[in-house]
């Protein structure tokens, strides 16, 4: 089972920007692919970011060009540099991670959520 934990939410100016890491722990077999998704109040979750474990990623068009994901391999942490924000980009967002937690066995977990608030 992998754990996820979300490190660097909060309030941020219009045209700011913003650093989300999550980092995932546990017992696996190993990582396919993290990413992240929002949830805005009234609205569908929607999928921002993902990074596959070959390093090929996947943008919503929405955040192209404003977002960029990364991770650390060797940490099992990925990260989400967010930039140019909008009053939009205002929600919870969520780490999520695909991995096998054994050879043949393919799941995936959610991290609780980092609330990034557009302080205008």
């Known amino acids: 089972q992998v754990q996820l934990v979300e490190s660097g939410g909060g309030l941020v100016q219009p045209g700011g920007s913003l650093r989300l890491s999550c980092a995932a722990s546990?017992?696996?077999?190993?990582?396919?692919?993290m990413g992240w998704a929002r949830q805005a109040p009234g609205k569908a979750r929607e999928l921002v970011a993902a990074?596959?474990?070959?390093?090929?990623?996947n943008y919503a068009d929405s955040v192209k060009g404003r977002f960029t994901i990364s991770r650390d391999n060797a940490k099992n942490t990925v990260y989400r540099q967010m930039n140019s924000l909008k009053p939009e980009d205002t929600a919870v967002y969520l780490c999520?991670?695909?991995?096998?937690?054994?050879?043949?066995?393919?799941?995936?977990?959610w991290g609780q959520g980092a609330q990034v608030t557009d302080s205008s």
């Open positions: 999520n991670v695909d991995y096998y937690p054994r050879i043949g066995v393919r799941t995936n977990n």
């Open positions: 990074l596959a474990s070959g390093g090929s990623t």
């Open positions: 546990g017992s696996f077999f190993s990582i396919n692919a």
